[in-house]
T-cell receptor
Framework: RKEVEQDPGPFNVPEGATVAFNCTYS??????FFWYRQDCRKEPKLLMS???SGNEDGRFTAQLNRASQYISLLIRDSKLSDSATYLC????????FGAGTRLTVKP | GAGVSQSPSNKVTEKGKDVELRCDPI?????LYWYRQSLGQGLEFLIY????????KSGLPSDRFSAERTGGSVSTLTIQRTQQEDSAVYLC???????????FGEGSRLTVL
């Protein structure tokens, strides 16, 4: 079983749509969780950390469910500029990446 | 300020040759990671250095792969007797703490002919 499992998509949505990504992890001792964004042919960059109580940053909401060992990312009112691959990351204890979910937002 | 620097940015080599990839992390960052990313795939963890602790080598795919980090700073990833399946982008990342934000270099694209 992979350390971090993520639905590869792709997700193709119209502008303004709400889209959700999920990710499961296998190591119950993991303590740190993140979502990264990777644009085509670029290096990944931190989008947001995921806190136990859930956290929001503008149109982005991240949630953690420790009992079920999954994290989620919700993007509201999606923009064309949100098109990218979204990667969940879990420390295990090394930082392990999911395979990434590709999002394309269309006009 | 200076970010993570990787060299070479591109490397083309023949099957069977050895290659060395270099990573200069951000000054003061204690954690350093190597990942491999094949076209259209996710990031495959290779190795993790944290301070003076023994590195986590659990992601190295075979004994042809090795890495070292000298003086807690620069790291070199060595691939011996390269194979075509080693072709990928090798990404280095550093972090100021064990489970903090990762700052990536632009990667070294390796092509094995």
């Amino acid at each position: 079983r992979k350390e971090v499992e993520q639905d590869p998509g792709p997700f193709n949505v119209p502008e303004g749509a709400t889209v959700a990504f999920n990710c499961t992890y296998s190591n119950s001792a993991s303590q740190s969780f993140f979502w990264y964004r990777q644009d085509c042919r670029k290096e990944p960059k931190l989008l947001m950390s995921v806190y136990s109580s859930g956290n929001e940053d503008g149109r982005f909401t991240a949630q953690l469910n420790r009992a079920s060992q999954y994290i989620s990312l919700l993007i509201r009112d999606s923009k064309l500029s949100d098109s990218a691959t979204y990667l969940c990351v879990v420390n295990s204890p090394a930082m392990r990446f999911g395979a990434g979910t590709r999002l394309t937002v269309k006009p | 300020g200076a970010g993570v620097s990787q060299s070479p940015s591109n490397k083309v080599t023949e099957k069977g040759k050895d290659v060395e990839l270099r990573c200069d992390p951000i000054s003061g960052h204690t954690a350093l990671y190597w990942y491999r990313q094949s076209l259209g795939q996710g990031l495959e963890f290779l190795i993790y250095f944290q301070g003076n602790s023994a590195p986590d080598k659990s992601g190295l795919p075979s004994d042809r792969f090795s890495a070292e980090r000298t003086g807690g700073s620069v790291s070199t990833l060595t691939i011996q007797r390269t194979q075509q399946e080693d072709s990928a982008v090798y990404l280095c990342a550093s972090s100021p703490q064990a489970a903090g934000e990762l700052f990536f270099g632009e990667g070294s694209r390796l092509t094995v002919l």
